[in-house]
């Protein structure tokens, strides 16, 4: 299992950003996604995740309205579309699986911030917002 965020960038408050998570080794469309961020000096975070199909999903209180979480199973990617960002939002961001991908249980982690749960992890990428 390989996973792989990426999309980070510096923007001002306000802006936008889009990332994107692309797995292989695994089927990608039988597994829910979830994003995580670590702000500096935190622990992990919950943000949103998406089911297989992409019909179910959830967002953090903190993102909710403002991020979109989407995927495209023909790429094996999901996206986090970020708007409206703000300075809290800086944050190391992440994407990663469950051992079996099911929803239930990643979005129980997600909800959670239960990083444990998660079993696979992407290496993460760098969102910085700044004026």
């Known amino acids: 299992v390989q996973l792989q965020a990426s999309g980070g960038g510096s923007v001002q408050p306000g802006g936008s950003l889009r990332l994107s998570c692309s797995g292989s080794g695994f089927s990608f469309d039988d597994y829910s996604i979830g994003w995580f961020r670590q702000l500096p000096g935190k622990e992990r975070e919950g943000v949103s995740c998406i089911d297989g199909d992409g019909g179910s999903y959830f967002y953090a209180e903190p993102v909710k309205g403002r991020f979109t979480i989407s995927r495209d199973n023909v790429k094996n990617t999901v996206y986090l579309q970020m708007n409206s960002l703000k300075p809290d939002d800086t944050a190391v961001y992440y994407c990663?699986?469950?051992?079996?991908?099911?929803?239930?249980?990643?979005?129980?982690?997600?909800?959670?911030?239960?990083?444990?749960?998660?079993?696979?992890w992407g290496k993460g990428t760098l969102v910085t917002v700044s004026s």
């Open positions: 990663a699986l469950v051992q079996d991908g099911d929803y239930l249980e990643t979005l129980t982690a997600v909800a959670g911030d239960q990083a444990d749960g998660m079993a696979y």
